[in-house]
């Protein structure tokens, strides 16, 4: 099993849309196959913190997901929302890889 954290900082004058966009894209991921979770949660010290909380049945399914037309339409759909780029940490065995 693979879990991912994904932690966004979206500028406050595009919080809404990237709340709007997000929605579409957790809707087609659930969908997708390998995905057993994904989830997306506001921090609560900070309305524009935004964190993916995913789990996946192997890395091939993730490497499916992030491959997937939904996320490549999310990816620049959401790229002029972000204050900074996305930090991604893939788990798997106890192990964290940084991307």
Known sequence: MIFVIATTDVKPEHRDAYIAGAKDCIAATRQEAG?????SHTSI???NRFVF???WESREALNAHARSEHMKVWRKLSADFKAAPTVIEIISDGKVETL
């Open 53 to 55: 909380v995913e789990r």
């Open 45 to 47: 010290h900070d309305p």
């Open 35 to 39: 995905c057993i979770a994904y989830e």
